[in-house]
């Protein structure tokens, strides 16, 4: 099968097949795979680091969850930045990356 990339918007009556990545604009239905709904795991160490991938990525916002897997905690990013704080889920526990 070959495979074709669009710079527009795409509209598919009958799905598509493999990863949808980018922004997603409008309302989405259909399956989502499981794997995509897990969270990811970091060491409280990289958590700390604030050259760490986790502190550093394009997807670290305010409101991500990741799993602290040193504490077994939920962690949650207070905002975008790289030295921005993450807190346990109950809002206590705040570590700022350096």
């Given amino acids: ?5 669009f710079s ?5 009556d009958n799905g598509f097949t493999g990863d949808v ?3 997603v ?4 239905a259909g399956n989502v795979d499981a794997t995509s709904l897990q969270v990811p795991v970091y060491a409280a160490t990289a958590l700390a680091d604030i050259a760490d991938v986790v ?7 305010a409101g991500t969850v990741v799993f602290d897997s040193t504490n077994s905690k939920i ?3 207070t905002g975008a930045d790289a ?5 346990d889920a109950d ?7 350096s």
């Fill in 1 to 5: 099968m070959g495979t074709t990339t």
């Fill in 75 to 77: 962690k949650v990013a």
């Fill in 25 to 28: 604009t409008g309302d989405v």
């Fill in 8 to 12: 527009g918007p795409v509209v598919s």
């Fill in 55 to 61: 502190n550093t990525a394009d997807t670290k916002v």
């Fill in 83 to 87: 030295d921005s704080t993450w807190v």
């Fill in 21 to 23: 990545t980018g922004n």
């Fill in 91 to 97: 809002g206590t526990n705040a570590v700022t990356p």
